[in-house]
């Protein structure tokens, strides 16, 4: 099986309309992407994650807006971090790389290893002891990548991994990796794709502010081709104890149980201030409270699970409601799945588990509220 196919028969829309042919984000945006036939494609045919109407948010804004969330939790490994890392390591094989190296708050260093496995490169992760997500290391260790907990937060590990991939021979797959924001616009394309036009909002939770850049590229290029009409209002978010974007100063000691946006010294700082003037964008903060509030609305009313940092879009999008124009259409990223961070939901949930009922009908029954 080869897994380059040439780029004049899988070019959207065509490909995309039968989800059963879906050959990845790579085949399918070929044209907008820096690849070549030289590129060897790895794939595990992320992309095409469904944009689902949010009722039960419009709801609570009311005034004809309409919510959708884009759901990026159901990519393979969980996470948005799969459309940067197909490109990432695509690129990182194309230029003979036997192993690649990150800084992960978890979701980077899952599909990291994911793809970097794939591929038959090493994969080694640097991570914060204690603050990566349980699913989040799972997957890192099943994957196979080398797992390197440091006693120090994620900038720290930034830090080493940038100065690891200077001295060593790994190639650091970082958001600070141009591939990955040229994987991760495609986000934008299939939100287009699919409303016919480009939202008039866009939330998103930002950690190191890798994504908010990426779809406002993705959004800037399909405008420019003429497949959109407009230009979103991008609208950020951060974690009230991890936000230097709406401080305007580095967080020494961010503090957030959103822990994949639990970075205090951003990345792509300048990008993101770039992308919020040119679309008229702004940065708030959002408290833990509220994220939970949200994360629980989007689980119990939307039937949507995702993890807590995700949830930080809705909960923003919630927090200046007031502020949506009449009849606007919002799409409110997901970032990651719920499955991600099960000991967070347990804890958080208001509903409980009913323990210790013996295995009989009419007890059962009482207990079920007959
Ligand atoms: C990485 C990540 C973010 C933050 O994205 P940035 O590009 O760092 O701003 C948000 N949510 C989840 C679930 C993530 O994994």
Known sequence: MTLSTPSTKLIYPTIAKAANNWHGLIETYRPYLPVSEATPVVTLLEGNTPLIP??????????????????????????????GMTMAISKAKEDGAKAVICASTGN??????????????????IIPDGYVALGKLAQALLYGAEVIAI??????????VRQLSENYPVTLVNSVNPYRLQGQKTAAFEVVDVLGDAPDWLCIPVGN???ITAYWMGFCEYHTSGKSS??????????????PLILGERV???????????????ANWQKAIAVKEASAGEFNAVTDEEILAAYRLLA?????FCEPASAASVAGLLKVKDRVPENATVVCVLTGNGLK??????????????????????????VMGF
């Open 230 to 243: 407009r230009l979103p209002k991008m609208m950020g978010f951060q974690a009230a104890g991890s936000a």
């Open 54 to 83: 949010a009722q039960a948010i419009a709801a609570k804004i009311g005034r004809g807006v309409k919510v959708y969330v884009k759901y990026d939790g159901l990519n393979p490994t969980g996470s948005f971090k799969d459309r």
């Open 300 to 304: 119990a009313e939307e039937g949507v």
């Open 341 to 366: 961070d099960p000991d967070c939901a347990v804890e958080h949930s208001f509903n409980e588990l009913k323990q210790g009922v013996p295995k009989d009908l009419q007890q059962i029954a009482k």
């Open 209 to 211: 502010a890798g994504n």
């Open 252 to 266: 020494a000691n961010p503090d957030t149980l959103a822990t994949a946006i639990r970075i205090g010294n951003p």
């Open 108 to 125: 980077t260093s899952a599909a990291a290893a994911a793809y970097a496995r794939r591929a038959g490169m090493k994969a080694f992760v």
């Open 151 to 160: 006693d120090g937060n994620f900038d720290d590990a930034l830090t080493i």
